[in-house]
């Protein structure tokens, strides 16, 4: 069974750049998220869908940051500009159901973004 | 809200045992993850606890102290595949699967 497929593996931008990141969550999942991890941290979600709902985005700048899940499928989220802050690691993931404890996320490889 | 503690840094000799602590606070528990994650790759998932108690896999177990705030993940003979972080997570007080993640321990396993 494939995992959860993310691209670009790897991207650098200057600053006030757009970039966006794709992910293809695990068949079946019908939840998916987003996460960023900084260097030395733990991962911190940005958002969650519910299909192509977003049910928690509370995480999410939004004067920057937009996502979407057309089709409750494939999503993007998109950095627009980026700014030096941005440079992390986000990590789309995807679990079977929501609401139901003990529910295994499943993480993608990651999207490496480094902002100069 | 959720507050989680873990160390930051240990090492660990390789055939050893190592245990790794995690201290959390919730309101409203929703059970405990454990994830590895190597440098550069993805968090994997390790153990779920909802339990007070042990649950053993292979040369990894976990231990849960609800009444405690407490959490360890037990690493016994140790190989040197098993440097990597260790995450302690828990779900957030919406209490759907958002999880809340600890900064990590970076574990070091040296021969």
């Not at chain 1, 006030?16 to 939840?31: D, E």
């Not at chain 2, 190592?18 to 190597?38: A, P």
Request: aromatic letters at 12%; one cysteine or more.
């Amino acid at each position: 069974e494939a995992g959860v497929v993310q691209s670009p593996r790897y991207k650098i931008i200057e600053k006030k750049q757009p970039v966006a990141f794709w992910c293809n969550p695990i068949s079946g999942h019908n939840t998916l998220y987003w996460y960023r991890q900084n260097l030395g941290q733990g991962p911190e979600l940005l958002i969650r869908y519910e299909n192509e709902e977003a049910v928690d985005d509370s995480q999410l700048p939004k004067d920057r940051f937009s996502a979407e899940r057309l089709k409750g499928v494939d999503s993007t989220l998109k950095i627009q500009p980026a700014e030096l802050g941005d440079s992390a690691v986000y990590l789309c993931a995807s679990s079977p159901r929501d609401g139901i404890s003990g529910n295994t996320i499943y993480f993608g490889e990651g999207s490496w973004l480094t902002v100069v | 809200g959720q507050n989680i503690d873990q160390p930051t840094e240990m090492t660990a000799t390789e055939g050893a045992i190592v245990q790794i602590n995690c201290t959390y606070q919730t309101s409203g528990f929703n059970g405990l993850f454990w994830y590895q994650q190597h440098a550069g790759e993805a968090p994997t998932f390790l153990s779920y606890n909802v339990l007070d108690g042990l649950e053993e896999k292979g040369r990894f177990s976990s231990f849960l102290s609800r009444s405690k705030g407490y959490s360890y993940l037990l690493l016994k003979e140790l190989q040197m595949k098993d440097s990597a972080s260790y995450l302690c997570a828990v779900p957030d007080q919406t209490g759907a699967n958002n999880l809340f993640f600890g900064t990590g321990t970076r574990l070091t396993v040296i021969p």
